[in-house]
């Protein structure tokens, strides 16, 4: 991923609530941005690729995953090798509309609702 491409033609597709912060999401040509709050004036930046919200949505149509069921059922390191990788694209899917953040957990884990 070239740095000069990744924020060309950036729009804003939407927002996840997580469990402490918002989540804003932008779309590229090659991708999705997700931007978290640091402080006052300081954000995070996560590139997810175009191909995770698709995989997930294949995958787990229907159903209550976690964070830690995309890096055990779909054999994808390359999407879903880190946690927050894998965390990010799950609030890509929010954001898309895609999936919903419940409320219930799993043990501590957050539960997605991939629709």
Known sequence: MNIR???KDARFI?????DRQTYSVFETASGYLVAAPRSSHNYSLTFVQRAAPEVIGRKF???QITVNTLKS????PDLFG???DRLNALYVMVALSKAIKL???EGRAMLFKIK
């Open 14 to 18: 939407g927002q996840a609530a997580g």
């Open 73 to 76: 059922r779909t054999h994808r």
């Open 103 to 105: 409320k219930k957990r």
């Open 61 to 63: 149509h229907g159903r």
């Open 5 to 7: 491409n990744m924020f």
């Open 82 to 84: 880190a946690y927050f």
